[in-house]
Structures are given as structure tokens and as C-alpha cells.
């Protein structure tokens, strides 16, 4: 498949009600919060895994869609595996990380769009992806609630004689939209091999990639808004911040917000109804 020619920014919008869209395991699981705003933050990192664990469950795990950053993977042995095949082995020693990390881009989804560090093992160099993401971060400040939970059996024989039952915490937002930003190089893409195909999985991906995702602590969490630039080349034909200024939003209720209606959403001033937009530049 041919690498993608044109250049894209994205603003991607999501929310979260009576939800924890992304704990940090340093606060106990509390959402993530900035100390100086009282603005939710979710980390790329999360929202990378969300797409990752979408291809996976679409894809089977075959490839060239198979994921290198999955649960109880063990990366070194990925990279040997490509040191192994006979493409790389029919390569000068020289030239065999080389071979491996095309190899790998060839194979592994997540590698071609987000890139990857792979220099270890028997080493398939380093790549770095043509989708780069920010953190997301809550359009208001939101407040992370403490929930006070029971539980009535036990794990142990000893702790089951201590009668009644033991108590837990659980944290959650009454409710949060967040806004972040993305990148996709035409050029990175051109040294990994992503495609068109690709990038409309991409795109599936985060239209639906909470759909598959939900738990006690995400039962609520939604795609809002995708609005994609697309550029007429490689190297764009628009500067990113002033692509970003043309998408706004707007609180409509005067208390705090508890529901995606409480907001609207616009482009160049304007509402719009699709859920994924693509505006060519």
C-alpha cells in the first residue's frame, strides 16, 4: 500500500459522565487533574491504548494489524521474531536492523502510526510515528468525587472471620468534555508505510474505540467531535494553531455542566451535526 500524501490536524472532543476516564496510579486512581486550573487531563497514552485495543479486537491480531504494545507482550521476543524472518536473514549484518524495522513497520499497526522503540533485543532500530497526539484536557474545570464502596466476601478464610464487610473507594467525575489535539505527518508516514487504509482505521478507531471500552468507571464516555484538516500536501498548506482557533465551543447552562447539551460546538462559527468532519484545506 502507498503511504498517505497530505498532511492532517484533528481536534478530537469526548466526554465522560459519573466516570474516571483516566486514573493516575501515583493519587490512588484519582482522575487526573491540573493542580493550577482544576481542568481533567487524559494522556495520549490513554487514548493511544483505546485505539490500540480497538485494532486488536477488529483485527484479530493478524497482519498487518497485529499490536506490538499489548498486554503481556514481550517485546524483545517480537524483535527477535523479525531478526528471524527470511527477508532479514538474507540481509548483510549491517544492514539487518535496518531490514527488522521495516519488517516491523510491515507487520505491526501500532508501530507504523505511533512509532515505537525498538532497540533492544537483537535491535530493530527506533521509529517515530506519523500520528502524534496531546494530552486531552476538560474545555471547564471539573471536580473528582470520593465514593465510599463496601464488599461482603472476603478473600481469605482469616479475613472472612472478621465479620461484616470491608470498605474501598472509587472516584469519579460527575461530568467532563474534553478537547485534544493531533498530528498525522505525511512524511513519517512515508518512512513507516502508513496508508490510506490505515488512516481510515485510525479514523474508525476514534469514532468507536469507547463503544468497546466500557466499565464500571467508563460506562459513560462518548466520541463527540472529530474534526479533521485535511492539507492539499505533504507539508500542509496551513499552520496548525490557526487551524485549532477555528474550532470553538460554548457552555450553554449557567450551573455546572452535567450533560453534553450543556455545550455546543463550532467550526468557523458555526454548529455542525456530523460527528466526524473532514474540511480540505
Known amino acids: 500500500m502507498e503511504p498517505i500524501k497530505n ?12 466516570g474516571n476516564p483516566n486514573g493516575d496510579p501515583d493519587a490512588g486512581n484519582l482522575p487526573r487533574i491540573d493542580a493550577e486550573t482544576g481542568n481533567g487531563l487524559v494522556t495520549d497514552v490513554c487514548i493511544k491504548r483505546k485505539v ?3 485494532v486488536l479486537m477488529t483485527r484479530e491480531e493478524k497482519p498487518p494489524f497485529d499490536i506490538f504494545i499489548k498486554e503481556k507482550a514481550v ?58 497526539l496531546t494530552f486531552a484536557r476538560s474545555v471547564d474545570p471539573v471536580v473528582a468525587l470520593e465514593h465510599s464502596i463496601t464488599r ?44 490510506e487504509d490505515d488512516l481510515e482505521l485510525f479514523w474508525d478507531a476514534m469514532q468507536n474505540m469507547f463503544e ?17 484538516f485535511k492539507h492539499k500536501t505533504a507539508l500542509g498548506n496551513a499552520y496548525t494553531h490557526e487551524l485549532f482557533e477555528r474550532v470553538t465551543h460554548k457552555k ?24 466526524f468532519k473532514v474540511v480540505e484545506l
Not at 252 to 274: H, M, Q, V
Open 7 to 18: 498532511r492532517y490536524d484533528f481536534v478530537f472532543y469526548f466526554d465522560v459522565k459519573d
Open 52 to 54: 490500540r485495543n480497538y
Open 75 to 132: 517485546l524483545n521476543i517480537l524483535i527477535d521474531k523479525a531478526h528471524e524472518a527470511e527477508e532479514v536473514k538474507e540481509k548483510e549484518k549491517g544492514d539487518k536492523t535496518e531490514a527488522a524495522r521495516l519488517w516491523m513497520c510491515k507487520n505491526y499497526y501500532d508501530i507504523r502510526a505511533f512509532g515505537a522503540v525498538m532497540s533492544t533485543g537483537k535491535n530493530a532500530g527506533q521509529v517515530r510515528g506519523p500520528i502524534q
Open 152 to 195: 461482603v466476601a472476603k478473600t481469605t478464610e482469616e479475613r472472612s472471620e472478621s465479620g461484616g464487610s470491608e470498605m474501598g473507594r472509587k472516584y469519579t467525575i460527575p461530568y467532563g468534555l474534553y478537547r485534544a489535539h493531533g498530528f498525522v505527518s505525511a512524511h513519517l508516514a512515508n518512512q513507516t508505510g502508513f496508508s
Open 212 to 228: 468497546h471500552d466500557r466499565s464500571a468507571a467508563r460506562g459513560e464516555m462518548n466520541t463527540r467531535k472529530l474534526i479533521v
Open 252 to 275: 450553554l447552562s449557567d450551573g455546572p455542566a452535567r450533560d453534553f447539551s450543556d455545550y455546543e460546538i463550532y467550526l468557523d462559527g458555526n454548529t455542525f451535526p456530523e460527528t
